[in-house]
């Protein structure tokens, strides 16, 4: 059961992480396909991660494929003893670099074993079975039960430390959970999107941490951004832009940190993983940690939905 301590989230018996990690999807090229447009600056924003106390990373294989996990264990191996990395298995790329779900047993196993010769280690701290039931990519044809099982079961053989779940709904979480313990929920959560807010209430009822992805909007708050180019239901109105702003300048913050302060002061079980390639907006990201919101700027924000 998640334990809040300060910056930190304790999720599981050893495992604690500090509540703004850092999210590797932006690491590979374009359309997250390939190697990244500047080697060296990649590896210099995972290792800048670290440095600034960054403990939660979270990866996957299919990010490139293969490459995000690369460049992790180019940077950062021997990995630091409270460095938490997650993956998510159920989903491979296509050879038009498309998503697509891979989640029968023989599938999984091969993305549990892939990932952690790629990762270089022997057993993987976090794998999240990706569902993709909030609308993102397209569910498995495989039973939901049958590929939480499987991974269940790597669990019980020793490769996996802990089980999480990714693109869920309610009633899936409590089907994973009539068969092995779930200690993080990772689903599409920010300040324009609420669509999760079920399942964020029901990750507080019974402890378990959630992770927000897609804190930033997918990035869309970045200033001089063509919103049109936005995936459907992203964009941001100019309305709430402006409101973003008029608080983020009271707190002389920007955009993505007022946005990611107010993500963990949601809720004490809310994890944040922006993601960037960019050493500033790293530091700029991590900065978040030291705004404080007030009980007024976190009303006015929530009407931001």
Not at 193 to 200: E, I, K, P, Q, T
Request: charged share 20%; hydrophobic share 45%; proline share 6%.
């Amino acid at each position: 059961m998640t334990v809040y301590t300060g910056k930190d989230l304790r999720l599981a018996d050893g495992l604690t992480v500090a509540r703004l990690g850092y999210g590797a999807m932006q690491l590979p090229g374009s359309g997250v396909w390939g190697p990244p447009a500047d080697h060296a600056t990649a590896l210099t924003v995972l290792r800048r991660a670290v440095e600034l106390g960054v403990t939660h990373i979270d990866t996957s294989d299919f990010y490139g494929p293969h490459v995000a996990n690369d460049l992790i264990r180019e940077a950062l191996h021997p990995y630091p003893a409270d460095l938490v990395i997650a993956t998510k298995v159920g989903v491979v790329r296509d050879e038009w670099h498309g998503f697509e779900a891979a989640a029968e047993p023989a599938q999984l196993r091969e993305q549990v074993e892939e990932n952690l010769a790629r990762l270089g280690k022997d057993r993987l701290d976090l794998v999240y079975l990706r569902v993709g039931g909030d609308g993102l990519l397209y569910p498995s044809e495989t039973p939901f039960t049958e590929s939480f099982q499987a991974l269940a079961d790597l669990h019980r053989r020793g490769l996996i430390r802990h089980l999480g779940l990714s693109g869920v709904t309610t009633t899936q979480l409590d089907e994973a959970r009539q068969i092995a313990p779930v200690v993080a929920v990772q689903n599409r959560y920010h300040i324009f999107d609420r669509s999760g807010a079920d399942v964020l209430s029901a990750c507080e009822a019974a402890g378990i941490a959630f992770v927000a992805y897609f804190p930033l909007a997918a990035g869309m708050l970045r200033p001089g951004l063509d919103l049109s180019q936005a995936p459907p239901g992203m964009a941001p109105s100019s309305e709430q832009l402006a409101a973003l702003d008029e608080t983020a300048d009271r707190h002389s913050a920007t955009r993505a940190q007022v946005a990611l302060a107010w993500l963990l002061a949601r809720s004490p079980v809310t994890l944040a993983i922006p993601g960037t390639s960019s050493p500033a907006h790293l530091e700029e990201n991590l900065g978040a940690a030291g705004v404080g919101l007030t009980d007024d700027d976190i009303v006015a924000l929530d009407k931001l939905a």
